[in-house]
């Protein structure tokens, strides 16, 4: 079965700092692969998402994350923390033979100024 | 072009009544899904419907709960006789046709059973 890990429940950060927030999968063949950000009290925004090809991919708010298939890993990476990032962040899994996403628990980031 | 719309943002029912949840999808969305967040928890897929049609119900408890998505109009989330484990964020979240997996999504019901 398809499953979600996100080893960190809390991580802190002083602003400037760079992240990296650690997603690792459990899946048979090639997942598909998506970080979303919700901040309190709202819904979910997608950040970036992985089908195939290039295996660093960019997203939005100057968040990338790299695909890698050895570690079965999906990490997600800011080179510099803005406080407005503290929210939680969820790392998912789709698979082709299925239209529903698998989360992870989800890791709480708090910037600190 | 509004995103995912749901109403109530936040909803209170007494234990034994009924929860009523709406979503309305994205425009030109023709995929709808449910999901349900408990407290510290990540979301958790309940059913995935398309126009008059549940494709996938396999998230959904087997008894109380039920989800629609009429030809015209939201999809409906129902929950009858709630208890105080459905205290929950539900959430709904949309795809374009050809692309299930790129689902966005609403700012949650968050339901309270008192």
């Known amino acids: 079965a398809q499953s979600v890990t996100q080893p960190d429940i809390h991580i802190t950060v002083s602003e400037g700092a760079s992240l990296e927030l650690r997603c690792n999968y459990s899946?048979?063949?090639?997942?598909?692969l998506f970080w979303y950000v919700q901040s309190p009290g709202q819904g979910l925004q997608l950040l970036l998402k992985?089908?195939?090809?290039?295996?660093l991919v960019q997203g939005i708010k100057g968040f990338e994350a790299e695909f890698k298939r050895s570690q079965s890993s999906f990490n997600l990476r800011k080179p510099s923390v803005h406080w407005s990032d503290a929210a939680e962040y969820f790392c998912a899994v789709g698979a082709v033979n299925t239209d529903k996403l698998i989360f992870g628990t989800g890791t709480r980031l708090q910037v600190f100024p | 072009n509004a995103g995912v719309m749901q109403n109530p943002r936040h909803l209170v029912r007494r234990r034994g009544q009924e929860a009523r949840l709406r979503c309305s999808p994205m425009?030109?969305?023709?995929?709808v899904y449910w999901y349900r967040q408990l407290p510290e928890e990540g979301l958790k897929f309940m059913v995935y419907l398309q126009k008059e049609n549940i494709i996938d119900e396999s998230g959904m408890p087997k008894e109380r709960f039920s989800a629609e998505f009429p030809k015209e109009g939201p999809s409906i989330l129902r929950i009858q006789q709630v208890v105080r484990g459905d205290s929950a964020a539900y959430f709904c979240?949309?795809?374009?046709?050809?692309?299930?997996?790129?689902?966005?999504f609403g700012p949650g019901t968050r339901l309270t059973v008192t």
């Open positions: 899946y048979g063949a090639t997942p598909y």
């Open positions: 979240a949309s795809s374009p046709p050809y692309y299930p997996h790129e689902q966005y």
């Open positions: 425009k030109g969305h023709s995929h």
């Open positions: 992985y089908f195939s090809g290039d295996t």
